[in-house]
């Protein structure tokens, strides 16, 4: 169980990134946090993540304060960020060197197989794909097999294709172990297609502005007009989100915001 | 035509004019080098040769071999080459260990780099020959004041290199090491190291031209041997023709050194994704 108790930053130059984030997320859940540029998705999901520590609040896995990285934490970030300097499936194992040789080897080549870079084992990174990158960047981080997975926009550097064949793929990879999945993005069909709950965030400080709660059946369809009508709601509290970026989510007057439509 | 067939005659018709230009330069390309330095040599030999000049201040090609030659037979040339190399490789060692040692320090520590990079800043203001006197005084007109103006030399372009390798290392790249919670150690060895690879292989070259440079220098400063000692004793007994001999000895010696570098760090950097890949195969 992962927790989010009251989480705050404020960066050294004064900029108030985060402000009182609350959120639990049970083991195995998809969450997705959608908002604006610059509301503070990245900062949320790093201090998850323990590569930043927050300012306010404490994130909790598993009963125990999140203080630094956390071996039971893996994340995926928007660049692939591959080690140039190993091949494909050593940088699918760089997680993996306490583990003896032929144990780390097994691993990895079970990790290419399933996404289906198998060829690409001795390859260089720079010899790879955009795509073909960021699947070895989530095989990476999960073949430690994590209990929470972050990933911060990690498709949005791919074609709409691309994308979508990731995201299919990304559930696929979920469903073998099941971690947590908190995903940031700023596309609003992907957060519905994998996400259990989407979360909508606001700036300027970012806090948690609106919860949706997809409760859509797997696999999903993409044309359904049920999956259309969540889109729908998201998209509507994004644009909410955006327009009263002050007001925090209790005094938000629903007259007023009909009055401004 | 269908459409099928009509792009593949586009493609060959693109690919053919590639194809045939890089055909040619493979076996020229190393030789257009060539042309220059030739025709230099083989116009000094002829004005000697043709009596347009006695060659006495400018020796032919010939002469030079014949010279080199000599040197050799007498193991005179290898006496001195080996007594050059053997200074270069203690002093090029001294100043990369240190410059290595206190490049990576200082890149990395902010505090550290506080406070020792204004002093050597300010050391590498004064031209390293300037230390002559100062290390004849200290140390003796015999090796160890040889290897260590040598060092000193080697020192800074290494200190330099590393230093802003390590500076300018990936945040990015870093973060990854710290999300899989290496330890300092491992951070160094597992992702420093191999990011400043080629970086440093670059200032070690830098280092090892700057280590033949005051070698000489060195020599200068009294040696009875040492391809240096060759050069003022030509100059000595006007021999024209042996200083020539030193100079190219040391083109031959100092290209292969940095071949060894060169080849010896290739087969690590393998990897590299840059521009310049093309040029230098
Ligand atoms: N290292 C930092 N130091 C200072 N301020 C920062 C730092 N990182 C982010 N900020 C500020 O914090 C705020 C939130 O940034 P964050 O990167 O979390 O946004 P984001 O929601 O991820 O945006 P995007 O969708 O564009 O990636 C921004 O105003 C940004 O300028
Ligand atoms: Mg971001």
Redesign the pocket.
């Known amino acids: 169980m992962l927790q989010l108790e009251g989480v705050g930053k404020t960066?050294?130059?004064n900029?108030h990134?985060l402000d009182g984030i609350s959120l639990k997320v049970s083991p195995g859940e998809i969450v997705a946090i959608v908002?604006g540029?610059?509301?503070?998705?990245?900062?949320?999901l790093r201090a998850i993540s323990g590569l930043d520590v927050a300012s306010q609040g404490r994130v909790v896995l598993d009963g125990v304060a999140v203080m630094a990285p956390h071996e039971k934490i893996g994340i995926v970030f928007q660049e692939p960020r591959l080690l140039p300097w190993l091949s494909v499936a050593g940088n699918i194992g760089f997680g993996l060197d306490h583990l003896a040789r032929a144990e780390r080897n097994a691993r990895v080549a079970e990790a290419l197989k399933r996404v289906g870079l198998a060829d690409k084992a001795s390859v260089w990174p720079r010899e790879l794909s955009g795509g073909q990158a960021q699947r070895v960047a989530i095989a990476r981080a999960l073949v430690p097999r994590p209990e929470v997975l972050l990933l911060d926009?990690p498709f949005s550097a791919l074609d709409a294709f691309t994308r979508a064949d990731l995201q299919e793929h990304l559930l696929d990879l979920w469903a073998d172990s099941r971690p947590t999945l908190i995903l940031?993005t700023?596309d609003v069909e992907e957060a519905v297609v994998l996400a259990d709950r989407v979360f909508v965030m606001q700036p300027r400080p970012?806090r948690l502005f609106e919860e949706i709660v997809t409760g859509l059946p797997r696999p999903r369809d993409r044309q359904s007009s049920r999956f259309d009508n969540v889109k729908k709601q998201v998209l509507a509290a994004l644009d909410r989100s955006m327009a009263r970026p002050v007001q925090a989510p209790e005094d938000r007057a629903p007259e007023g915001a009909a009055l401004w439509w | 035509m269908s459409f099928v067939s009509m792009s593949a005659a586009i493609d060959t018709t693109a690919a053919d004019p590639v194809k045939r230009r890089s055909a040619l330069p493979r076996y020229v390309t190393p030789l257009i080098g060539l042309i220059i330095p030739v025709t230099v040599a083989v116009l000094c030999e002829l004005a000697v040769r043709w009596g347009w000049s006695n060659g006495r201040l400018v020796p032919p090609p010939s002469v030079i071999y014949a010279t080199f030659a000599e040197l050799a037979s007498t193991g005179e040339l290898q006496r001195h080459a080996l007594a050059t190399v053997a200074r270069v490789a203690f002093g090029f060692s001294l100043g990369v260990v240190a410059g290595t040692i206190l490049g990576a320090l200082t890149g990395y520590s902010v505090t550290l780099f506080r406070l020792l990079d204004p002093t050597f800043q300010a050391l590498r203001a004064i031209p390293s020959i300037a230390w002559v006197p100062l290390f004849i005084l200290w140390l003796g007109i015999f090796e160890a004041s040889k290897i260590t103006l040598i060092a000193v030399g080697v020192f800074f372009p290494v200190y330099l290199g590393v230093m802003g390798a390590v500076m300018s290392v990936d945040r990015k790249i870093v973060e990854v090491g710290r999300a899989f919670r290496l330890s300092g150690f491992q951070m160094v060895r597992r992702i420093l190291l191999p990011a400043v690879l080629p970086s440093y292989v670059i200032a070690l070259r830098s280092g090892l031209g700057l280590g033949w440079m005051f070698v000489v220098a060195a020599e200068f400063m009294g040696a009875s041997e040492g391809l240096g000692f060759l050069l003022v004793d030509g100059q000595q007994l006007g021999k024209p023709a042996q200083i020539v001999a030193a100079i190219v000895a040391f083109a031959v010696i100092g290209k292969i050194t940095d071949w060894l570098i060169v080849g010896l760090s290739a087969p690590f950097l393998r990897w590299e994704d840059r521009f310049g890949r093309g040029a230098e195969r």
């Open positions: 960066y050294p130059n900029v990134a908002g540029s610059g509301c503070g998705k990245s900062t949320m926009e940031v700023h970012g």
